[in-house]
């Protein structure tokens, strides 16, 4: 499924050409054959401990990390040995900012497209082996058409998907990346916002229920261990209920074929 999806994405990342204006026409889309999920585990790079469970994992988990942390390219590689979907966590303005701390490597909205790009291409070069970007924070951000463009027709020119983590429900990145062509989808859940087993095993059947709804879903977790506990105990459920839990590139492969 993994190489299936992979070149499925390549060929999504070709932008087709505009097609000639027609009447509007209803076109059946066939139904999912299966219920799928993909996990995102974002903040990676600040501790290899943390990290470990994640990397050694035997489940498709994704890991995104941010710029200029002190473990991340070390990580990223050996991820990527492992055979992990690698991303970088791209840190975006957050309303608040500059009371908000982004980290290093952010984009800024008092950022000209030059700056813009000089910003993202030394990050992308700071974490080897991605296939694609998630925002750290940006809720002010991707708000933003002219940041937002910006940023994705880079990601698009390295030939990259993009996932919105919507941190605010004024995001346009999702819907400006659909009409760029370039292939995203976005979170669905955020897992663990509270630390407890409990909580997150409530967030995570969550997750399992919008798949069951809508076909697939994607959630989103942190380097915690309450995480990666409540993660083996997610593929148990899944396993139940008959869903898939795919790797991330698959899964964008698969709904950007209009599932």
């Known amino acids: 499924m993994f190489a299936a999806g992979f070149v499925l994405y390549k060929q999504l990342t070709v932008k087709p050409r505009k097609p000639p204006v027609v009447d509007r026409v209803t076109v059946p889309v066939q139904p999912l054959k299966m219920k ?14 943390a990290a470990r469970p994640f990397i050694e994992m035997d489940h498709p988990v994704a890991l995104s990390f941010l710029p200029g942390r002190p473990f991340s390219r070390d990580l990223a590689a050996e991820a990527r040995e492992r055979g992990k979907t690698i991303l970088l966590h791209l840190p975006m303005e957050p309303v608040g900012y500059p009371g908000v701390d982004t ?14 790009r000089e910003v993202l291409e030394s990050d992308i070069s700071s974490v080897p082996g991605i296939v694609g970007i998630n925002n750290h924070m940006g809720s002010r951000a991707t708000t933003d058409p002219r940041v937002m463009e910006t940023v994705l ?9 993009f996932i919105d983590s919507r941190t605010t429900p004024e995001t346009i990145a999702l819907e400006l990346a659909r009409e760029l062509a370039i292939p995203s989808a976005s979170r669905d859940v955020f897992l663990d916002n509270e630390l407890i087993p409990s909580a997150i095993d409530a967030r995570t059947s969550e997750l399992l229920e919008i798949a069951e709804k809508k076909g697939w879903a994607i959630g989103i977790g942190h ?33 950007n074929t209009g599932n």
Do not use: C
Request: proline residues 3%; glycine residues 6%; negative net charge.
């Open 153 to 161: 027709d880079i990601i698009g020119e390295k030939r990259l998907f």
């Open 36 to 49: 799928i999920v993909a996990i995102i585990i974002d903040d990676v790079g600040h501790s290899k401990p």
């Open 103 to 116: 980290g290093p490597g952010a984009i800024l909205l008092s950022h000209t497209r030059e700056e813009i």
């Open 223 to 255: 380097a915690n261990k309450e995480t990666a506990d409540a993660l083996e105990r997610m593929a148990r459920k899944a396993e139940r209920r008959n869903i898939q839990w795919i790797s991330l590139e698959s899964l964008v492969a698969y709904v």
